[in-house]
T-cell receptor, first 114, second 116 residues
């Protein structure tokens, strides 16, 4: 399967714990996006990478959130000191560099903070 | 200001009928792309159709077509011959800038229910 892969699919954590999610994009795609989606809402942009460079971060991405894409391939999203408000679906997407191409999404990681 | 507006939180359509899902957008950039995605209850985001700001013709993709009215800044999705499997959330999205350098911005979505 050459689609976007996200792990884990589900994560339940206690408030205050740190969590890390991984995204493996489609191999030839150099752009990678992270989104957060809460129930009944559209995806909200968090951050995006072109190769290993993090080019844009949303103000939604507080100091507790950090994302990396060390070699321009897979990416990780870490949330430190989780709060109940962090409970959401975290979506990763990738696209190629040229303009008129869609983003392909992974199946997401559903985070529940208890 | 909202960049993508979808004014229909929910829509119902009879099976085999056509339905139009509304989307209006806001940008001052002459170069942008408009996208529609479907999200069934299983959660995955499925790309449906794309329209570029410089495209002269409305995009079509099987039963999906995009009614692009540039002056009105609208990009409505038309689904013809609705099927039960079309029941899902539908999101309109936009990318702006030369080579669409910026991220995708999504609207709040429309929940479509197809009735047998």
């Amino acid at each position: 399967d050459t689609g976007v892969s996200q792990n884990p699919r589900h994560k339940i954590t206690k408030r205050g714990q740190n969590v890390t999610f991984r995204c493996d994009p489609i191999s030839e795609h150099n752009r990678l996006y992270w989104y957060r989606q809460t129930l009944g809402q559209g995806p909200e942009f968090l951050t995006y990478f072109q190769n290993e460079a993090q080019l844009e971060k949303s103000r939604l991405l507080s100091d507790r959130f950090s994302a990396e894409r060390p070699k321009g391939s897979f990416s990780t999203l870490e949330i430190q000191r989780t709060e109940q408000g962090d409970s959401a679906m975290y979506l990763c997407a990738s696209s190629s560099r040229t303009g008129n191409t869609e983003a392909f999404f992974g199946q997401g990681t559903r985070l529940t903070v208890v | 200001a909202q960049k993508i507006t979808q004014t229909q939180p929910g829509m119902f359509v009879q099976e085999k009928e056509a339905v139009t899902l509304d989307c209006t957008y806001d940008t001052s950039d002459p170069s942008y792309g408009l996208f529609w995605y479907k999200q069934p209850s299983s959660g995955e985001m499925i790309f449906l159709i794309y329209q570029g700001s410089y495209d002269q013709q409305n995009a079509t993709e099987g039963r999906y077509s995009l009614n692009f009215q540039k002056a009105r800044k609208s990009a409505n999705l038309v689904i013809s011959a609705s099927q039960l499997g079309d029941s899902a959330m539908y999101f309109c999205a936009m990318r702006e800038g030369p080579n669409y350098g910026q991220n995708f911005v999504f609207g709040p979505g429309t929940r479509l229910s197809v009735l047998p």
